[in-house]
């Protein structure tokens, strides 16, 4: 293996590494994968969904009506400066393109659209509002969710891995890139790595298959199941020389490395880390070391869901001042950093006693088993009642001046309820990465390498809303593997 040379070689096997070696192979290259484990990784424990509009297949079969202008028009509040206004056109335009490409690959979707807002739809539906699109005053929903049940992340992993195999890409599994080769001028031409024998390679797997939930939930338990993998790796883990025409990092983002985390980005610790260790910011060291910069590094999406169930929209979500804290029909990330920002990072929902009991009539038919759990503390454990808006401020350590104040004249059906939306654990992932060349995503300054997803700075790099990260995925996947496959 380390004695060929590949046109293109592609560093991680998720979303974006599966489109970079799919474009890469259609362009005629001669392409191979490393990924440190199985593939797949985040992608697979994603919801799948896709952020798409401009009229793709699904929204024109529901009968949503939508332009890349209008999609454009919304994005442009969500990514800011971090994309210059000609790429978030071109992704755009581009969009009900990419959907047709991915059902192209077998990539399943479906027009079902969901009639409230969620966080993510249930089994019946699989076209919805998946960011802040209401608050905004749009009307097309662009969350397209990959038609399977439960999460959808892993039916999209496997049609993409799929794709890839079907065009001869050879896949090096449980192969962890170390550092990348240069030659005088300072161009990429290969990768140094560790890869395990044969015989290694289950025991890896399983281990690291049984560390990846538990290091979601229970970040301790999380890493202490993964010290064997790493064992492993260190301890029969064969070096190997490759050489490359091209190198595209597409190895995920850094919300696994403490370090990285405490470095670039304090305020965001103690949340749920929404990725597997293969987000150890190791493509983005790569890169930095073979003379890359990186930016956007502090930001991260951290989520505070309000819905489901939906009726929880009706509330009014203050701060320990009694202070409105932001539109309710936010999308989580947006109202999680509102409430991050807030005195003391703490926020409350105020209900009255009729959306209260129509929260909990939607608990079951809103939500999948992973949100009831979240539902169940803010309808029960999670909040406290009163008579009057002042009266429950007081025993929530709200003032409660200054909720009346923000309540003003609203009308409402005692008693009141404010639910403690600060306590409920809040994923978050990192959204910063290498600079790159926007029109072909070649890292700036460093010839021969690519980058695309999370290890490079892209589409959701400012502001993140569902399926937003799996689009740039595709998008920057598929531009840095034509790219790299034409510079071979």
């Not at 440190?36 to 896709?50: L, Q």
């Amino acid at each position: 293996m380390g004695s060929a040379r590949w046109d293109v070689v592609v560093v991680g096997f998720g979303a974006a590494g599966a489109c970079a070696a799919i474009e890469a192979a259609d362009a005629g290259a001669r392409v191979l994968v490393l990924d440190r484990f199985g593939g797949g990784e985040a992608t697979a424990i994603s919801g799948g969904v896709v952020y798409a509009g401009g009229g793709t297949a699904p929204q024109r079969a529901a009968g949503v009506v939508d332009t890349p202008e209008e999609m454009a028009a919304y994005l442009r509040e969500e990514v800011g400066d971090t994309v210059s206004p000609a790429t978030l056109r071109r992704f755009c335009e581009q969009s009900a393109g990419m959907i047709d490409w991915l059902a192209g690959l077998g990539v399943p979707f479906d027009a079902r659209t969901c009639p409230y807002k969620t966080s993510y739809p249930t089994n019946r539906h699989y076209l919805y509002f998946s960011g802040s699109e209401i608050a905004f005053g749009q009307s097309a929903p662009r969350g397209h969710r990959v038609l399977a049940r439960g999460t959808s992340g892993k039916a999209l992993y496997r049609r993409l891995a799929g794709a890839a195999c079907e065009r001869g890409v050879t896949v090096l599994t449980e192969t962890r890139a170390e550092r990348l080769v240069t030659d005088a001028t300072g161009r990429v031409t290969g990768v140094e790595c560790r890869t395990l024998p044969g015989w290694a390679r289950p025991a890896h797997r399983v281990l690291h298959r049984l560390s990846v939930k538990p290091g979601l939930y229970l970040p301790g338990l999380g890493r202490a199941l993964h010290r064997p993998v790493a064992w492993l790796e260190r301890r029969f883990g064969r070096p190997a020389r490759i050489t490359a025409g091209s190198v595209v990092l597409c190895a995920g983002g850094f919300v696994f490395d403490r370090a990285m985390m405490r470095e670039h980005a304090p305020d965001y610790r103690g949340g749920l880390r929404l990725g597997t260790p293969g987000d150890d910011g190791s493509g983005i060291r790569l890169g930095v070391a073979a003379g890359a910069t990186a930016a956007h590094l502090g930001r991260v999406s951290v989520w505070r869901f309000l819905s489901p169930p939906s009726a929880l929209l009706g509330g009014l979500l203050v701060d320990r001042d009694g202070k409105h804290v932001c539109d309710e029909n936010l999308y989580g990330a947006a109202v999680g950093e509102a409430v991050l920002r807030s005195p003391g990072g703490r926020a409350w929902l105020l209900v009255d006693a009729r959306v209260l009991a129509e929260a909990r009539r939607q608990v079951w038919s809103q939500t999948l088993w992973f949100q009831r759990w979240q539902a169940w503390w803010l309808l029960t454990a999670g909040r406290v009642g009163g008579a009057t808006p002042a009266d429950v401020a007081r025993r929530a350590g709200v003032d409660p001046a200054g909720l009346v104040a923000t309540a003003g004249d609203r009308e409402g059906t005692p008693p009141y309820t404010l639910i403690d939306v600060t306590v409920v654990p809040a994923p978050m992932l990192t959204l910063g990465g290498l600079r790159v060349d926007e029109r072909t995503g070649q890292v700036v300054g460093v010839p021969g390498l690519y980058a695309a997803g999370r290890t490079a700075v892209g589409i959701c790099s400012r502001s993140y809303v569902s399926g937003l990260s799996l689009a740039d995925c595709v998008f920057s996947g598929r531009r840095g593997g034509r790219h790299a496959a034409d510079a071979r």
